[in-house]
């Protein structure tokens, strides 16, 4: 049989329907090669599967083999360098974890910890061009720009005096939002009703806290400001704050307890935080209060305060205010100012607030829910309101009557301010830790207990970020009635602060941290808690450790793999007990080319 003469369109369809595929198919692929190379898509698509990549489970049983080895001291190479997008890892505050979480009450905004296996084991590098930073107190004016090269804020909030870009530095005049001609003036006027100066007010919390002007300039008034605020669209204001050299600390008013203790703050001031106070019946205004001393003062500015078209707002925080027996001491401007009193049963209101039943422990603070009821301050006999503590600088040394939280708690006091007078003072002239010099301003104590090694550093140019293990004796109210600041925390998870926040981090038994209380049993390794104080430590900074010597000899062989230069020391010649001290110091390294 003859062949037919089709007409070439006719031909095997299959074969010319496969074609067109295959045809479709590169010219796809040509134009996606050029999107990524010559667009920013490429760049984020990128940044991202490294994330992924750094975020991503790897195999427990290999990280389980990892950590065995690297306590055995069997693992003499360095654990390897995360990637280089990295920089600013914050395990707890991920936004890509948290952005698939609930929205209420900004719940999505709080810690949320990787599991431990789901932690990445590797160190953070700097960022490319990273300086060892300015030294205080010129820091608090500028920092090197290549440190955290993030202009938003600069960008958005320049006209408001927050942070300019001048050179390789930031610049900071003082500003915010409140306040664009400084905050000099600002605190100026809160002076005319708050007793600022003279020592009556020493802790104070500053909340929404932008790169914190608002708390460094209140530093030479003797007010030591913790200032806190979530990781947000604007990426990097609490890590300008510690680049700064000023208290600051990552954190959300969301839907659980701040972990501070009750009566903790002598003045708690918000400066256009936007935090709805009076929301989910005023659950976060009774959660200022818990926090705020008696006799203490509760500062708002801006919105809802004598705000254009927030006249119910306004309306409804002077009432919640009323029905906790505020005293009001002043409205100026857009700005108010309350008294809060040493007791107040609530008076009939329409927020169904009530007082706390006995069971309720105002001070427990790790992981708590926010309870809408308000704490007792009368069964406290004024023992913690201002005006019956001693003012600063006397208060850091008397014992505060919260220290009979312990037996004999009292003389624990004392005899623990003593003996870390003696630690310190051997720190400084026998082991050559540079705390007293301008290479240390931020400093940790990951055991804090009744902040004597804190209380010791009085006349040095440090800030001390007191840190009370959760499951240990609650000892952390009594550090800020002594005029100190710190938080509750749990070891065997991430810290909420920036890779690179502290000049020097001091810790008294380091394996207590991480073991069941009253077990030999650890709850988790210390492995990832080298890693995490490698994470806060800024290069070249200092870590002393405090333990026995067989956990000093543990410490020092993962030092090596966190590349720490560490000694070990004989402890003090008046210390009982046995205990070796090892110092370390952090080295500068960085990426190279090849492991980026």
Same mark, same amino acid.
């Given at each position: $049989?003859?062949?037919?003469?089709?007409?070439?369109?006719? +031909?095997?369809?299959?074969?010319?329907?496969?074609?067109?595929?295959?045809?479709?198919?590169?010219?796809?692929?040509?134009?996606?090669? *050029?999107?990524?190379?010559?667009?920013?898509?490429? /760049?984020? $698509?990128?940044?991202?599967?490294?994330?992924?990549?750094?975020?991503?489970?790897?195999?427990?049983?290999? +990280?389980?083999?990892?950590?065995?080895?690297?306590?055995?001291?069997?693992?003499?190479?360095?654990?390897?360098?995360?990637?280089?997008?990295?920089?600013?890892?914050?395990?707890?505050?991920?936004?890509? +974890?948290?952005?698939?979480?609930?929205?209420?009450?900004?719940?999505?905004?709080?810690?949320? %910890?990787?599991?431990?296996?789901?932690?990445?084991?590797?160190?953070?590098?700097?960022?490319?061009?990273?300086?060892?930073?300015?030294?205080?107190?010129?820091?608090?004016?500028?920092?090197?720009?290549?440190? $955290?090269?993030?202009?938003?804020?600069?960008?958005?909030?320049?006209?408001?005096?927050?942070?300019?870009?001048?050179?390789?530095?930031?610049?900071?005049?003082?500003? !915010?939002?409140?306040?664009? /001609?400084?905050?000099?003036?600002?605190?100026?006027?809160? !002076?005319?009703?708050?007793?600022?100066?003279?020592?009556?007010?020493? =802790?104070?919390?500053?909340?929404?806290?932008?790169?914190?002007?608002?708390?460094?300039?209140?530093?030479?008034?003797?007010?030591? =400001?913790?200032?806190?605020?979530?990781?947000?669209?604007?990426?990097?204001?609490?890590?300008?704050?510690?680049?700064?050299?000023?208290?600051? *600390?990552?954190?959300?008013?969301?839907?659980?307890?701040?972990?501070?203790?009750?009566?903790?703050?002598?003045?708690?001031?918000?400066?256009?935080?936007?935090?709805?106070?009076?929301?989910?019946?005023?659950?976060?205004?009774?959660?200022?209060?818990?926090?705020?001393?008696?006799?203490?003062?509760?500062?708002?500015?801006?919105?809802?305060?004598?705000?254009?078209?927030?006249?119910?707002?306004?309306?409804?925080?002077?009432?919640?205010? +009323?029905?906790?027996?505020?005293?009001?001491?002043?409205?100026?401007?857009?700005?108010?100012?309350?008294?809060?009193?040493?007791?107040?049963?609530?008076?009939?209101?329409?927020?169904?607030?009530?007082? %706390? /039943?006995?069971?309720?422990?105002?001070?427990?603070?790790?992981?708590?829910?926010?309870?809408?009821?308000?704490?007792?301050?009368?069964?406290?006999?004024?023992?913690?309101?201002?005006?019956?503590?001693?003012?600063?600088?006397?208060?850091?040394?008397?014992?505060?009557? @919260?220290?009979?939280?312990? @037996?004999?708690?009292?003389?624990?006091?004392?005899?623990?301010?003593?003996?870390?007078?003696?630690?310190?003072?051997?720190?400084?002239?026998?082991?050559?830790?540079?705390?007293?010099?301008?290479?240390?301003?931020?400093?940790?104590?990951?055991?804090?207990f009744f902040g004597g090694f804190a209380a010791a550093l009085k006349s040095d140019p440090v800030w001390v970020m007191n840190v009370v293990p959760a499951r240990k004796p609650l000892t952390l109210d009594v550090i800020y009635d002594r005029g100190l600041i710190g938080v509750y925390h749990d070891w065997c998870?991430?810290?909420?602060?920036?890779?690179?926040?502290?000049?020097?981090?001091?810790?008294?038994?380091?394996?207590?941290?991480?073991?069941?209380?009253?077990?030999?049993?650890?709850?988790?390794?210390?492995?990832?808690?080298?890693?995490?104080?490698?994470?806060?430590?800024?290069?070249?900074?200092?870590?002393? &450790?405090?333990?026995?010597?067989?956990?000093?000899?543990?410490?020092?062989? $993962?030092?090596?793999?966190?590349?720490?230069?560490? =000694?070990?020391?004989?402890?003090?010649?008046?210390?009982?007990?046995?205990?070796? &001290?090892?110092?370390?110091?952090?080295?500068?390294?960085?990426?190279?080319?090849?492991?980026?």
């Open positions: $049989m003859g062949h037919l003469n089709l007409p070439p369109s006719k +031909r095997n369809p299959r074969q010319w329907k496969l074609l067109d595929f295959v045809t479709a198919l590169f010219f796809a692929l040509v134009l996606l090669f *050029f999107l990524l190379v010559f667009t920013p898509l490429g /760049d984020s $698509m990128a940044a991202s599967g490294r994330q992924t990549l750094l975020l991503s489970t790897s195999d427990p049983k290999q +990280r389980h083999r990892l950590v065995a080895l690297l306590e055995q001291g069997h693992h003499l190479q360095p654990i390897e360098a995360c990637p280089a997008d990295s920089v600013d890892h914050m395990p707890c505050e991920d936004p890509r +974890r948290n952005s698939q979480l609930s929205r209420e009450m900004n719940f999505y905004r709080e810690r949320h %910890c990787p599991l431990p296996d789901e932690m990445p084991l590797c160190l953070i590098p700097p960022p490319l061009g990273y300086k060892i930073p300015v030294q205080w107190p010129e820091s608090l004016h500028k920092i090197w720009h290549s440190n $955290m090269p993030h202009n938003k804020i600069a960008d958005r909030k320049g006209h408001q005096g927050w942070m300019k870009e001048q050179g390789p530095y930031f610049i900071f005049p003082g500003g !915010g939002t409140m306040f664009p /001609d400084g905050a000099a003036p600002y605190i100026e006027k809160l !002076g005319q009703y708050i007793p600022i100066t003279g020592g009556t007010i020493r =802790t104070a919390l500053d909340m929404g806290c932008g790169v914190a002007s608002f708390g460094g300039s209140l530093l030479s008034e003797g007010i030591l =400001t913790l200032s806190f605020a979530p990781r947000d669209s604007h990426k990097a204001q609490i890590q300008f704050a510690l680049e700064r050299g000023v208290p600051a *600390f990552v954190l959300m008013l969301g839907t659980r307890r701040l972990p501070f203790p009750a009566f903790a703050f002598d003045f708690i001031h918000c400066s256009r935080c936007l935090i709805p106070f009076t929301a989910y019946n005023a659950t976060y205004f009774i959660e200022v209060d818990r926090l705020l001393r008696p006799g203490g003062y509760l500062v708002i500015s801006g919105p809802p305060v004598q705000w254009p078209k927030q006249d119910k707002e306004w309306a409804d925080l002077q009432a919640v205010a +009323r029905a906790l027996c505020y005293e009001l001491i002043a409205v100026d401007g857009n700005t108010v100012i309350w008294k809060k009193p040493d007791s107040c049963i609530p008076n009939q209101n329409e927020f169904g607030i009530e007082l %706390c /039943d006995e069971s309720n422990d105002p001070s427990y603070a790790w992981y708590f829910k926010l309870k809408k009821c308000v704490t007792k301050t009368s069964s406290v006999n004024g023992e913690y309101s201002i005006g019956t503590i001693p003012k600063w600088p006397d208060r850091l040394i008397t014992a505060p009557s @919260r220290a009979l939280v312990m @037996r004999n708690g009292i003389d624990l006091f004392n005899a623990d301010t003593r003996r870390w007078a003696r630690r310190v003072a051997y720190y400084k002239n026998n082991l050559n830790v540079k705390l007293g010099t301008s290479a240390v301003r931020n400093v940790m104590d990951m055991n804090a998870e991430p810290f909420s602060t920036y890779p690179r926040s502290y000049d020097l981090i001091h810790v008294a038994g380091i394996e207590s941290l991480i073991k069941l209380p009253g077990s030999s049993k650890s709850r988790c390794n210390l492995v990832d808690l080298m890693v995490e104080i490698d994470r806060m430590l800024r290069p070249e900074g200092t870590v002393v &450790i405090r333990d026995s010597p067989e956990v000093i000899e543990k410490v020092a062989r $993962m030092a090596q793999a966190v590349r720490w230069t560490a =000694t070990i020391n004989n402890k003090e010649p008046e210390s009982h007990g046995r205990e070796n &001290i090892l110092v370390a110091t952090k080295t500068f390294w960085q990426l190279t080319s090849s492991s980026s």
